[in-house]
Each structure stands twice: as structure tokens, then as C-alpha cells.
């Protein structure tokens, strides 16, 4: 079935630096693929999403990649801020509103 | 607009008793999922509806777990009896026929003695 690894399972960064999260998937069906931010005892929260169809997707400080031949996607955070410690998850699914198959998670840490 | 609403926010309860959770989607969203999500990991489905109907029920532990959504708006996942393992959180989420989002509820927190 579907599979998706994401890495790293912890991440550490200064305040002000870049940060990088990476997925692979492994059903080369895969059309969408969110990412969310989960706080500590909230809920998850989308923060930006990509298609099959496109390379790249910036929103302010965040940007998602998408390598369809490699089959993976990453996240990047530049300018990080202390807000923006939090676990992130990546996700893959197949069909439009299908079940998400999520990631490990990755526990970002800004240090100010 | 109002979110994904989820009661209860918490419950404790012994191994081998039942306990259920509620849960009401966003408005007009016609997908409702339920996920747990143990400690540590990220989200796994248990069951999707279709307003009514089942669309995914593939990883639902079904002796021991079960959920309906009779009249295609709020839904009740239920367990019993409830295992130490079954100790999660369990997200409800929504979409709407026409965009992949996915909305996530507070969710409930299980604790399993």
C-alpha cells in the first residue's frame, strides 16, 4: 500500500535560518500532497499543499517542491521564527478528497 | 465559518469499557473522516464516509471499533471494549466535494488504564 517516509524526525535551527523537511512517497499515483503544522495538543493545521501538476508552490516564507520522477517533496522554511516550532507532517494521497497517508512527523525547534 | 467540532476533549477510562466520541463537521462538507493518532506519530485513517455512506473502512479495527454517520452530517466513532493500545487521539476532519483540504477538529484525547 501506500507509504510515505519523511526525515528528519527532529530538526534544530536558529532563529532567522532555513529549515528543510523532505517526504518520499511511494504510489506513483500520488496527485496531492499537504503539509501540516501541529502544535503541541492542537490540531493539525494546513499550511500549504501542491498538485501533480506543478514544480513548485511558494506562500510567503514557506515553499513546497515536487519531484514527480523522484517521488519525493520538501518543505522549506526560510527565515525561521520561534513561532514556528512546532511538528510538521507531509501527506500523499491518491484521489481528490481520499484518505491522507501521512508522514512520521518532524519536531522543528527554533531557537531564538 | 465555523471549524470541526469534537467532544469530548479528554477521556480516561479502564481496559475492557466502551466509551464513544462525536463528532461535527464543517458545514456543507460532505466527507467526514476519523483518524488516530498515536503518540508520536502522525495521523492513520480509521474510516472515511461519503455523506452517509462508508468509502473506506479498510483499516477500522472492526471487532472492536464502529462508527456511523446516519443522517450525513455528525458522526460517532465507538469503541468497546477498549484495549491499553487504543490510547490515542482521535482526529475527525471534512472536506467538501470539490477541494482535497482536509479541516481537522481539536480531537479527543483516550487514555486507556
Known amino acids: 500500500g501506500e507509504n510515505v517516509e519523511q526525515h528528519p524526525s527532529t530538526l534544530s535551527v536558529q532563529e532567522g535560518d532555513s529549515a528543510v523537511i523532505k517526504c518520499t512517497y511511494s504510489?506513483?499515483?500520488?496527485?496531492?500532497f499537504p503539509w501540516y503544522k501541529q502544535e503541541l495538543g492542537k490540531r493539525p493545521q494546513l499550511i500549504i499543499d501542491i498538485r501533480s501538476n506543478v514544480g513548485e508552490k511558494k506562500d510567503q516564507r514557506i515553499a513546497v517542491t515536487l519531484n514527480k520522477t523522484a517521488k519525493h517533496f520538501s518543505l522549506h522554511i526560510t527565515e525561521t521564527q520561534p513561532e514556528d516550532s512546532a511538528v510538521y507532517f507531509c501527506?500523499?494521497?491518491?484521489?481528490?478528497?481520499?484518505?491522507?497517508?501521512f508522514g512520521q512527523g518532524t519536531e522543528l525547534s527554533v531557537k531564538p | 465559518e465555523a471549524g470541526v467540532a469534537q467532544s469530548p476533549r479528554y477521556k480516561i477510562i479502564e481496559k475492557r469499557q466502551s466509551v464513544a466520541f462525536w463528532c461535527n463537521p464543517i458545514?456543507?462538507?460532505?466527507?467526514l473522516y476519523w483518524y488516530q493518532q498515536i503518540l508520536g506519530q502522525g495521523p492513520k485513517l480509521l474510516i472515511q464516509?461519503?455523506?452517509?455512506?462508508?468509502?473506506?473502512d479498510s483499516q477500522l479495527p472492526k471487532d472492536r471499533f464502529s462508527a456511523e454517520r446516519l443522517k450525513g452530517v455528525d458522526s460517532t466513532l465507538k469503541i468497546q471494549p477498549a484495549k491499553l493500545e487504543d490510547s490515542a487521539v482521535y482526529l475527525c476532519?471534512?472536506?467538501?466535494?470539490?477541494?482535497?483540504?482536509?479541516?481537522f477538529g481539536p480531537g479527543t484525547r483516550l487514555t486507556v488504564l
Open positions: 464516509f461519503q455523506n452517509n455512506g462508508v468509502v473506506d
Open positions: 476532519a471534512s472536506s467538501s466535494d470539490y477541494t482535497d483540504t482536509q479541516y
Open positions: 504510489d506513483s499515483a500520488s496527485n496531492y
Open positions: 458545514s456543507g462538507h460532505a466527507t
Open positions: 501527506a500523499a494521497t491518491l484521489n481528490q478528497g481520499g484518505k491522507l497517508i
